[in-house]
């Protein structure tokens, strides 16, 4: 059987400004995924406030269906860590079809695009900004030594939202 082509999808998730303070001093963390049950985390901004820096890379490996769906859609959650509950800041979810050019999807490789989005409240209203960083790498990286598990970051400072909420329940 012949597996199915896939990509490697990298997103480099820099920065935030102009957050709502939901709290006094915030500390921030970013949540993403293409796909719900595959939440990546990146580091907590412990002194960004409302303008947190992340500098996170996110590695996803996405089939040739997926990039060409017109409703394959990227999600980031961002949040402000609390005692009891973590306090949700903005959600941004883009169309991989607006962040990648279509060329990129038919060659396998792309130049990093930078993307300021618009951050929104539960609410529905906008409130910052989040930048970040997209690119379809080379499709010849699937002959380099790439696990089944590709998403955690390039300095392995993120984990896997799974393992994360299995450690908080054996605490």
């Given amino acids: 059987m012949v597996s199915p082509a896939f990509h ?17 001093s915030m500390q921030t963390y970013a949540v993403a995924w293409l796909h719900a049950e595959r939440k990546l985390l990146s580091r907590v901004d ?22 060409h769906s017109g409703t394959s859609a990227i999600t980031i959650h961002i949040y402000a860590t609390s005692w009891m509950q973590d306090i949700i800041v903005g959600t941004v979810r883009v169309l991989l079809s607006d962040l990648l050019p279509p060329s990129s999807c038919h060659e396998g490789k792309s130049r990093m695009r930078l993307v300021a989005l618009k951050v929104y409240r539960p609410s529905g209203r906008k409130r910052g ?9 080379d499709r010849s990286l699937r002959s380099m030594c790439i696990t ?15 393992e994360v909420k299995i450690q908080k329940q054996s605490n």
């Fill in 129 to 137: 900004t989040l930048n970040l960083g997209v690119t379809l790498l």
């Fill in 46 to 67: 412990q002194d960004g406030d409302t303008n947190p820096t992340w500098n996170e890379k996110f590695l996803f490996r996405v089939e040739e269906e997926f990039l």
């Fill in 8 to 24: 490697i999808l990298e997103i480099n998730l820099v920065s935030a400004r102009d957050l709502e303070p939901v709290s006094q």
């Fill in 148 to 162: 089944s598990e590709l998403s955690a970051s390039a300095d392995g400072s993120c984990w896997d939202l799974r």
